[in-house]
C-alpha cells in the first residue's frame, strides 16, 4: 500500500488521520526524542531506548559492536546505582517523616501534660481560695 501512495497523498492521510503519524514514525525516531527529553530532565531515562539507539548506531557502522556493548554495560551500571540511591534516599526520608512524627507526638504529649500541671494547679488554687473564703464566713 505505501508504495502505491504518492509523497502528497501521504502527507495528507498524516495530516488528516491522528496519531498516525507517531505509529509509523521509526523506533529509533521515538528513541531520539525520548533521550533529548531524558537529557533535559523533562522526563526519566529509559535503558530501552539507548539500547534502540546503540542498535541503530552498530547497524550503521557508526561505532563498533564492542564499543556499543562497552557503552550499555556503563549504562546498566550507572542506572543500577542511580536505582539504589534513590531507594536509599527514599528509605532515608521515610525515617526522617517518622522521626518528626514521634517528636512531634512526643511535643504534643508534653503539651498536654503541662496544660494537666496547669489545670490541677488552678483547680488546687480554686479549692484552697475557696476553703479559706467559706472559713471566714463562718
Known sequence: MMGELGKSQLSSLLETVPGLASVLRSPVADAIVNMVRAGA???DFDIHEAEELIQYATRRSLVTSAEGAE??????????????AKAAKKKAAKKT?????????????KTVAKKTVKKSAKSTA??????????GRR
Open 41 to 43: 530532565g523533562l522526563r
Open 71 to 84: 557503552l550499555l554495560d556503563e549504562i546498566k551500571i550507572a542506572s543500577r546505582k542511580r536505582a539504589a
Open 126 to 135: 480554686k479549692k484552697k481560695t475557696a476553703g479559706k473564703s467559706s472559713k
Open 97 to 109: 517523616v517518622a522521626k518528626k512524627t514521634a517528636a512531634t507526638k512526643a511535643a504534643a504529649k
